[in-house]
């Protein structure tokens, strides 16, 4: 039986793409690339997926028409690049992975040791490291939750 191949993402430019492979021990994570065209790459290179997790988009309060225009528009592209390549995902909002893992109304810093204790060897160290630990928290709650 060969192992599940899970994805989880943190949509937007401070974002990224955690791939789980390799049953229990394999893992991947990369920053959100800057343009559609390498972010297709990038999935392309991911080979056979099982499942994205996706973080559902949403509204922020207090963020510019600009940002949340941009936030949108490479969500959409997310979102098309999957159906174009057929790849199977489910969107998870924050509250509910989030709230699984223990980290309801926690800092991102949060999200960041908890991501550092469950993959030790991640390049986490920097504190703008938050949307690559957030990624692997969100395919793993696929991983567990899916």
């Given at each position: 039986m060969s192992a599940t191949t899970i994805v989880g993402i943190d949509p937007g430019e401070s974002g990224a793409i955690a791939h789980l492979h390799n049953g229990q021990y394999g893992f991947d994570v990369y920053d959100m690339p800057p343009n559609p065209a390498d972010l297709a790459e990038l999935i392309g290179t991911l080979g056979d997926i099982d499942m994205v997790y996706l973080e559902k988009a949403q509204a922020m309060p207090k963020q510019g028409v600009s940002s949340t225009f941009n936030y949108a528009l490479?969500?959409?592209?997310l979102i098309g690049i999957l159906a174009a390549r057929s790849i199977p995902?489910?969107?998870v909002t924050p509250s509910v992975w989030k709230r699984a893992l223990g980290l309801t109304g926690k800092p991102k810093d949060?999200?960041?040791?908890?991501?550092?204790s469950w993959f030790p060897?991640?390049?986490?160290?920097r504190v703008k490291d938050h949307g690559r630990a957030e990624a692997l928290l969100?395919?793993?709650?696929g991983r567990r939750h899916g």
């Open positions: 490479g969500y959409g592209t995902y489910t969107l949060a999200s960041r040791a908890l991501a550092r060897h991640a390049p986490l160290s969100i395919a793993e709650w």
